[in-house]
């Protein structure tokens, strides 16, 4: 598992991005678990997921942020990336971010990446 932590805030919202090695839902299951093990991200509020398993394609969940998942899904497709789960978390900070809260998970989705491209 890595957790890069916080990456951007906007209007109070903290977004942080983690991710890992996963070959199925099970361990995606599993991942999540663990990653809200650490109490700050249990209590956020969004935890948004995608992956693309080698074995049974794409799979997102928005957790209450809708669309989010696909945009993460959209960048890995694009990328290429397969059997990796990219969480971006959310904690909500009072004030409506519209639009902009899909750039956060594309600027949050692309340092994952860049990490993983080294």
Request: aromatic residues 8%; hydrophobic residues 40%.
């Amino acid at each position: 598992m890595k957790k890069l932590g916080q990456i951007l805030t906007d209007k109070g919202s903290k977004y942080a991005v983690s991710g890992g090695v996963v070959q199925s839902r099970a361990e995606i299951d599993a991942f999540m678990k663990v990653l809200k093990t650490d109490r700050s991200y249990a209590k956020a509020t969004h935890n948004t997921w995608g992956a693309i398993l080698s074995d049974g394609g794409p799979i997102k969940a928005d957790d209450g942020e809708s669309g989010a998942g696909m945009v993460i899904l959209r960048i890995l497709e694009r990328e290429q990336i397969f059997d990796q789960l990219i969480v971006v978390t959310r904690w909500y900070g009072g004030k409506k971010l519209g639009g902009d809260r899909f750039r956060h998970v594309q600027t949050c989705v692309a340092a994952y990446v860049d990490v993983l491209r080294g």
